[in-house]
């Protein structure tokens, strides 16, 4: 069975800190991806990242950045510099290898960023 | 280019009627999957087609809920009898099979309330 669990439901800063997003998940499986994904206030989730379980080099992009750890099972997210924009709920979520598009979701941790 | 078209966005029925939620996939995507996410649950995979076949409906809760993709450009998720459990946000979402694993492309939902 595959799990994934993200302990902070709702997260609070002030813009321009930096906040991470936890993400830990569980899986028998060898192989697979990890995913994040931005649900905004109008609430399409909105793909931002995949991750593949051979590849456990950080990825940056802008003021987003991705922390994937094998060996503690985690995928945590941080965002540099925070913005009012960034405010969002965000979803961690995991998919076997050879079921790429089959994705089980973490709960979501709500970020919010006050001016 | 249009993204997931989802109808209606809201929907309020009262318990014992049938709702039937709409989606119309991005063109030329050709697995489509629906979602339902409730505060208690999360975000739930309900039923997966590929090819307008149905791959996996593990996740249809139960006999009142059915799913139907005639063609590749349009798809339903139909409640008879609703019951106000069933109220929640239902997400349709597609993509390409062969594509990048995991990028899904979400609609903005049906927000459906069954009182």
């Known amino acids: 069975a595959q799990k994934v669990t993200q302990a902070q439901t709702e997260i609070s800063v002030v813009e321009k800190e930096d906040v991470t997003l936890d993400c830990v998940y569980e899986?028998?499986?060898?192989?697979?991806?990890l995913f994040w994904y931005k649900q905004p206030p109008s609430g399409e989730l909105v793909f931002l990242i995949r991750?593949?379980?051979?590849?456990?080099q950080n990825e940056i992009s802008g003021r987003y950045s991705w922390n994937f750890q094998k060996s503690t099972s985690s995928f945590n997210f941080t965002i540099t510099a925070s913005q009012v924009v960034d405010s969002a709920v965000y979803f961690c979520?995991?998919?076997?290898?050879?079921?790429?598009?089959?994705?089980?979701f973490g709960g979501g941790t709500r970020l919010m960023v006050k001016p | 280019d249009a993204g997931v078209i989802q109808s209606p966005r809201h929907e309020v029925t009262e318990m014992g009627q049938e709702v039937t939620l709409r989606c119309k996939p991005i063109?030329?995507?050709?697995?489509l999957f629906w979602y339902r996410q409730t505060m208690m649950r999360g975000l739930e995979l309900l039923i997966y087609?590929?090819?307008?076949?149905?791959?996996?409906d593990s996740g249809m809760p139960e006999d009142r809920f059915s799913a139907k993709m005639p063609n590749a450009s349009f798809s339903t998720l139909k409640i008879q009898p609703s019951e106000p459990r069933d109220s929640a946000v239902y997400f349709c979402?597609?993509?390409?099979?062969?594509?990048?694993?995991?990028?899904?492309?979400f609609g903005e939902g049906s927000r459906l309330t069954v009182l």
């Open positions: 063109s030329g995507h050709n697995s």
């Open positions: 979520a995991l998919s076997r290898s050879n079921a790429g598009n089959m994705l089980t």
């Open positions: 087609f590929n090819n307008n076949v149905p791959i996996d």
């Open positions: 979402a597609s993509s390409l099979a062969q594509g990048k694993a995991g990028e899904l492309f």
């Open positions: 899986t028998r499986d060898t192989t697979y991806y």
């Open positions: 991750r593949n379980s051979f590849d456990e």
